[in-house]
């Protein structure tokens, strides 16, 4: 079994190749950080990013030899969204864990890969290390659900299951779009220390939302992409919306309350200041669902928000 020495890896770069011709059995492929020759059929990939990668190749048809993960409190590893997406854990797979962050690169090259994805947010690790243990391709982990699924069907050759899934989505997307009113805000919002943060677009939550036809407020709407920016509570009310949302992560044993909490945390009476949670349209659903590039995991998503639409005992708005 090959072994590459972190000495070894620090020390080398790789150089990129100007070349467009691949070996026999290789293809050329497109990615956020240019084109790479990659297996044409590649069987040992190894996944730096378990929410955004793990979780699409699995759902694709593909399970990965090694993945990230995250650790719970007490010190088991957990494929973040994979349980509640696709089933698949570390403990019930052949999936070896490879480190969080940043990654153990002499277990990944022990792992003998064919293929290594590296997902952008994983930069304590760069491509040119990478790439001495096997052809590297990067991924762009702000990507919709509908990006990320085309990058992963494209590499894989599901476009097929692509389409079928895409298909679903539309028609979920229908039937929750027949239940919101012309003109229905919504905003997006967390507790945090000293104010309260947001980003635009969050995740899938956004992509879902204005899809159905809401209409995002405009203080989150102003959020440059990629940026979290924390607001004073003073503009609290700025968030107020026909309906306004907040997650929290399960992979980390956090429920609703805590969510809740950390709004109360920011500014205590919140629920004072917005119209929404006063008439019980302030809804905490788990982070996974809505930020992962997975079909599954937004549908599940989608059908929430149906339910807490249809829900005949919240006052709607006017």
């Given amino acids: 079994m090959r072994r ?7 020390s080398c770069a790789a150089t990129p190749s100007l070349a467009i011709d ?12 240019g084109e790479t020759c990659i297996p044409e059929g590649p069987e040992r990939i190894v996944s730096l990013g378990s929410k955004n990668v793990t979780v699409p190749l699995i759902e694709l048809g ?83 659900v509908h990006d990320g699924q085309a990058f ?16 679903r989505y539309d ?25 309260f943060w947001t980003s635009y677009p ?14 995002v407020v405009d203080i989150q709407a102003s959020t440059a992409p990629g940026e979290y920016p924390t607001f004073s ?6 968030f107020d919306a026909d309906w306004v949302f907040t997650t929290y992560r399960t992979d980390r044993g956090q429920t ?18 917005l119209t929404a949670c006063a008439a019980g349209r302030l809804i905490a659903i788990p982070r996974e669902e809505v930020t992962t590039p997975s079909y599954d995991a937004v549908g599940a998503a989608i059908f929430a928000l149906t339910t807490h639409m249809s829900n005949p005992f919240i006052q709607l708005a006017n």
């Avoid at 969050?202 to 209409?215: K, Q, R, S």
């Avoid at 950390?262 to 500014?267: D, L, T």
């Fill in 22 to 33: 691949c070996d026999e059995g290789m293809r050329l492929f497109t990615h956020m950080q």
């Fill in 62 to 144: 593909h399970t990965p030899v090694g993945s990230q993960g995250s650790l719970r409190e007490d010190g088991t590893a957990t494929l973040r969204a994979s349980a509640v997406s696709t089933g698949v854990e570390f403990d019930n797979s052949d999936i070896t864990f490879v480190g969080d962050y940043p990654v153990d690169l002499e277990l990944i090259a022990a792992l003998e890969p064919d293929l290594i994805i590296w997902p952008d947010w994983q930069d304590e690790v760069n491509m040119d290390q990478l790439t001495l243990i096997a052809p590297t391709i990067a991924y762009a982990t702000d990507s919709t």
């Fill in 4 to 10: 590459i020495s972190l000495a070894v890896l620090a």
């Fill in 256 to 273: 609703p309350a805590d969510a809740i909490a950390a709004m109360e945390n920011a500014f205590p009476g919140y629920c004072d200041v």
């Fill in 202 to 215: 969050y995740g899938n939550l956004t992509l879902i939302l204005e899809d159905a036809g809401f209409e």
């Fill in 233 to 238: 509570a003073e503009r609290l009310q700025e």
């Fill in 171 to 195: 028609s979920q997307i229908a039937q929750l779009a027949a239940l919101v009113p012309a003109g229905t805000t919504v905003s997006v919002i967390h507790g945090g220390d000293g104010g």
């Fill in 152 to 167: 992963f069907a494209r590499l894989l050759g599901a476009e097929d299951q692509l389409a079928k899934a895409k298909a």
